[in-house]
């Protein structure tokens, strides 16, 4: 005999408070209650009789002895008390599915996700009808379906609702978390069944400590060959140009010839032919050439087992380059700065062709400022002081430039300190512009700043860096860079995409990046959780999707599309047990008595209200005050002397006092009337 819900202390505590609350209900002094009257004259008090100390007893002893037994009854019905042994009673196993991307390729006999779900009901429809299942998906992450379920139908309906993912399986994860789960829910731990193809990644667990493991395994033996990791970089050479990097693996045990064709916007862009070892990599390289935005196909042939990993598309964004116009009577002191960087198209003007709302890009005033609307983004050479952008302090003349706010963007990496300008106009800062490089005697180069609330971004220079002493200094080139970068941040950030598996993702950094700037976000925008070890970056997505990371001068965009297989094959332990076993007929060891218990409380606590309740029938409080009177009388001491008044004292619903015999004669009336 033993209880399923309840642990016997839990039942003993339960038991014990509800039956001391009724049984303190049941010696609970009820008071007589007093009444306030208008007057007296009309009654005559009946005699008062001794006071006398009783010890206080219960005077309904067997409608107590009901509702406790009753209570007793309901609590056994709801700890589930069965009649046999414990130990040949149901089990609770735990059936861990893998749905890896492995179980997506095809077999001799269908899909390998297919084999394993029917591996599965088959073991589930073996199990004794009492047994309970909790089903676990693994792959990437091991998710839990169902609960301990005795319901054959919910669990078999999970099974073929599991589709194959695109992540490895993480079979010690899965295996460790079953125990865990079985350890702390479990009843009776039963089996831990593993059904799948057992594709891991290489581990050093030990799987001989799993209790109970059983394995039914789907044969993998499949050639598979698939793309692995596609990587596309702008040439460092030349900017309108890409570098792509294709790496293959072959997953089987035979060489396979192999294929590889590249396609960009539909056009073909590369092929290649070469031999793939058994279970080895090839790495292959192509040049594209375009600054238009288009999609890149990368497809290899011929088809296998698997086809999700033998096609893979990247879409190529539009090279961006900065627009920049001119205006200016030197253009010759320009073209150094702008014609040699590559990112950078620039147009040069007359001031006279100057006109205002004409401007999408960033505009280079050089020598005059125009008098109607000024453009967003600006630069200005030695503005004329009458109408220029800032206040002018003064005229420097041959002034060393001493300082550089490193603090500011376009002071990155300047830190010239001899140069000495021969003439600078030095201006004013104030909470439009702050400064960025200085003389002794004030700014001499001014930019923007975020408090002004201005739509645009505009730098003022007091001198012409290519008619100073800067033009020989790498720091000029270096100062316009800043400056173009800082309006338009796209147009220097290095660009690249690559396509690969979902999983864990880990990158090498820069040793200049600076970590606090680092953002890792999905496809819709959310922060995706990253750490950073040294220089190495690592993140988890367990989703195919886009994952940007962000740095100040890189943007990496990941394409985790293809399918992650384990190489490895697992071995299982020799201890563990194969296949569906035969079905179990097991006879339950035991009885259920919690059915027959609730009926036995409901009826004890029906006789109580029947015989004691407050709202009986005329015969009933007859009948039951004769039975519990004959009881009473039956075992009542008999008493004598002061014990045994002659008459008793009841309070009536007006506060009256009635003069009682000790004999029942019910006739008497012991008050007068007027």
Same mark, same amino acid.
């Given at each position: 005999?033993?209880?399923?819900?309840?642990?016997?202390?839990?039942?003993?505590?339960?038991?014990?408070?509800?039956?001391?609350?009724?049984?303190?209900?049941?010696?609970?002094?009820?008071?007589?209650?007093?009444?306030?009257?208008?007057?007296?004259?009309?009654?005559?008090?009946?005699?008062?009789?001794?006071?006398?100390?009783?010890?206080?007893?219960?005077?309904?002893?067997?409608?107590?002895?009901?509702?406790?037994?009753?209570?007793?009854?309901?609590?056994?019905?709801?700890?589930?008390?069965?009649?046999?042994?414990?130990?040949?009673?149901?089990?609770?196993?735990?059936?861990?599915?893998?749905?890896?991307?492995?179980?997506?390729?095809?077999?001799?006999?269908?899909?390998?996700?297919?084999?394993?779900?029917?591996?599965?009901?088959?073991?589930?429809?073996?199990?004794?009808?009492?047994?309970?299942?909790?089903?676990?998906?693994?792959?990437?992450?091991?998710?839990?379906?169902?609960?301990?379920?005795?319901?054959?139908?919910?669990?078999?309906?999970?099974?073929?609702?599991?589709?194959?993912?695109?992540?490895?399986?993480?079979?010690?994860?899965?295996?460790?978390?079953?125990?865990?789960?079985?350890?702390?829910?479990?009843?009776?731990?039963?089996?831990?069944?593993?059904?799948?193809?057992?594709?891991?990644?290489?581990?050093?667990?030990?799987?001989?400590?799993?209790?109970?493991?059983?394995?039914?395994?789907?044969?993998?033996?499949?050639?598979?060959?698939?793309?692995?990791?596609?990587?596309?970089?702008?040439?460092?050479?030349?900017?309108?140009?890409?570098?792509?990097?294709?790496?293959?693996?072959?997953?089987?045990?035979?060489?396979?010839?192999?294929?590889?064709?590249?396609?960009?916007?539909?056009?073909?862009?590369?092929?290649?032919?070469?031999?793939?070892?058994?279970?080895?990599?090839?790495?292959?390289?192509?040049?594209?050439?375009?600054?238009?935005?288009?999609?890149?196909?990368?497809?290899?042939?011929?088809?296998?087992?698997?086809?999700?990993?033998?096609?893979?598309?990247?879409?190529?964004?539009?090279?961006?380059?900065?627009?920049?116009?001119?205006?200016?009577?030197?253009?010759?002191?320009?073209?150094?700065?702008?014609?040699?960087?590559?990112?950078?198209?620039?147009?040069?003007?007359?001031?006279?062709?100057?006109?205002?709302?004409?401007?999408?890009?960033?505009?280079?005033?050089?020598?005059?400022?125009?008098?109607?609307?000024?453009?967003?983004?600006?630069?200005?050479?030695?503005?004329?002081?009458?109408?220029?952008?800032?206040?002018?302090?003064?005229?420097?003349?041959?002034?060393?430039?001493?300082?550089?706010?490193?603090?500011?963007?376009?002071?990155?990496?300047?830190?010239?300190?001899?140069?000495?300008?021969?003439?600078?106009?030095?201006?004013?800062?104030?909470?439009?512009?702050?400064?960025?490089?200085?003389?002794?005697?004030?700014?001499?180069?001014?930019?923007?700043?975020?408090?002004?609330?201005?739509?645009?971004?505009?730098?003022?220079?007091?001198?012409?860096?290519?008619?100073?002493?800067?033009?020989?200094?790498?720091?000029?080139?270096?100062?316009?860079?800043?400056?173009?970068?800082?309006?338009?941040?796209?147009?220097?950030?290095?660009?690249?995409?690559?396509?690969?598996?979902?999983?864990?993702?880990?990158?090498?950094?820069?040793?200049?990046?600076?970590?606090?700037?680092?953002?890792?976000?999905?496809?819709?925008?959310?922060?995706?959780?990253?750490?950073?070890?040294?220089?190495?970056?690592?993140?988890?997505?367990?989703?195919?999707?886009?994952?940007?990371?962000?740095?100040?001068?890189?943007?990496?965009?990941?394409?985790?599309?293809?399918?992650?297989?384990?190489?490895? *094959?697992?071995? @299982?332990?020799?201890?563990?047990? #194969?296949?569906?076993?035969?079905?179990? &007929? $097991?006879? +339950? !060891?035991?009885? =259920?008595?919690?059915?027959?218990?609730?009926?036995?409380?409901?009826?004890?606590?029906?006789?109580?209200?029947?015989?004691?309740?407050?709202?009986?029938?005329?015969?009933?409080?007859?009948?039951?005050?004769?039975?519990?009177?004959?009881?009473?009388?039956?075992?009542?001491?008999?008493?004598?002397? *002061?014990?045994? @008044?002659?008459?008793?004292?009841? #309070?009536?619903?007006?506060?009256?006092? &009635? $003069?009682? +015999? !000790?004999?029942? =004669?019910?006739?008497?009336?012991?008050?007068?009337?007027?």
């Amino acid at each position: 005999m033993y209880f399923l819900n309840l642990s016997a202390a839990e039942f003993l505590t339960l038991f014990a408070a509800a039956s001391g609350l009724v049984t303190m209900l049941y010696l609970l002094d009820r008071s007589k209650r007093k009444q306030v009257v208008a007057t007296l004259r009309f009654w005559i008090n009946a005699i008062k009789p001794t006071e006398t100390r009783r010890r206080r007893r219960i005077r309904q002893p067997l409608s107590l002895a009901l509702q406790i037994l009753a209570i007793a009854c309901l609590l056994l019905a709801v700890a589930q008390l069965r009649w046999g042994s414990a130990e040949d009673s149901s089990r609770d196993h735990v059936l861990v599915l893998d749905t890896s991307a492995w179980m997506g390729a095809s077999g001799t006999s269908g899909l390998l996700m297919d084999e394993g779900k029917r591996l599965a009901t088959a073991y589930v429809r073996a199990l004794p009808a009492g047994d309970r299942v909790m089903l676990l998906r693994a792959g990437a992450l091991t998710t839990p379906v169902t609960a301990f379920e005795s319901d054959r139908a919910a669990v078999e309906k999970a099974i073929q609702g599991s589709r194959a993912g695109a992540g490895a399986l993480r079979l010690d994860d899965a295996l460790r978390f079953a125990r865990r789960i079985q350890a702390q829910h479990a009843a009776r731990p039963g089996e831990i069944v593993f059904a799948g193809c057992g594709r891991t990644a290489e581990s050093d667990a030990d799987w001989t400590d799993v209790p109970n493991l059983r394995v039914l395994l789907v044969s993998s033996d499949v050639e598979n060959a698939g793309l692995r990791k596609i990587g596309l970089r702008q040439s460092s050479r030349d900017p309108n140009a890409w570098d792509i990097y294709v790496s293959v693996r072959n997953y089987g045990r035979t060489v396979r010839p192999a294929e590889l064709a590249v396609q960009f916007a539909g056009s073909p862009a590369g092929f290649r032919k070469f031999q793939l070892k058994p279970e080895g990599e090839a790495e292959v390289t192509f040049p594209l050439r375009t600054r238009a935005a288009g999609m890149l196909d990368v497809r290899l042939f011929p088809g296998d087992a698997f086809p999700a990993d033998d096609a893979a598309a990247l879409e190529l964004p539009a090279r961006h380059s900065a627009r920049v116009v001119a205006y200016t009577e030197r253009p010759a002191l320009l073209h150094p700065l702008l014609d040699a960087n590559p990112f950078i198209e620039a147009v040069y003007r007359k001031p006279s062709e100057y006109a205002p709302g004409e401007h999408d890009g960033i505009v280079i005033l050089d020598g005059f400022a125009p008098a109607g609307e000024r453009p967003a983004n600006a630069i200005w050479i030695e503005p004329p002081s009458a109408n220029g952008p800032a206040p002018v302090k003064g005229q420097a003349r041959s002034g060393r430039l001493r300082h550089w706010h490193a603090d500011h963007p376009i002071s990155s990496g300047l830190r010239t300190e001899d140069l000495v300008l021969s003439s600078a106009t030095v201006y004013r800062a104030g909470p439009e512009f702050e400064p960025v490089a200085q003389l002794e005697e004030g700014p001499v180069i001014l930019a923007s700043s975020e408090r002004s609330g201005a739509a645009g971004k505009a730098v003022v220079l007091g001198f012409h860096p290519m008619r100073s002493p800067m033009r020989y200094e790498v720091s000029a080139p270096l100062l316009f860079g800043n400056i173009i970068r800082w309006m338009d941040a796209g147009v220097f950030r290095r660009l690249e995409l690559t396509a690969e598996s979902v999983g864990a993702v880990e990158l090498r950094l820069d040793d200049k990046v600076d970590r606090s700037k680092i953002r890792v976000t999905a496809e819709d925008g959310a922060l995706l959780p990253a750490t950073v070890h040294g220089r190495m970056l690592r993140f988890f997505s367990p989703a195919p999707g886009v994952v940007r990371v962000t740095t100040p001068d890189t943007e990496m965009v990941y394409s985790l599309t293809l399918p992650d297989f384990a190489a490895a *094959a697992w071995e @299982p332990p020799a201890k563990a047990a #194969a296949g569906v076993p035969r079905r179990i &007929e $097991r006879t +339950p !060891a035991f009885r =259920e008595l919690w059915q027959w218990l609730a009926i036995v409380g409901g009826c004890l606590l029906l006789a109580e209200w029947i015989w004691f309740g407050r709202f009986r029938t005329a015969p009933a409080m007859r009948a039951g005050r004769a039975w519990t009177g004959g009881w009473r009388n039956r075992w009542r001491r008999p008493r004598s002397g *002061a014990d045994a @008044p002659a008459e008793h004292e009841l #309070a009536s619903g007006l506060g009256l006092r &009635e $003069r009682m +015999p !000790a004999e029942p =004669e019910r006739s008497e009336v012991a008050y007068k009337s007027r």
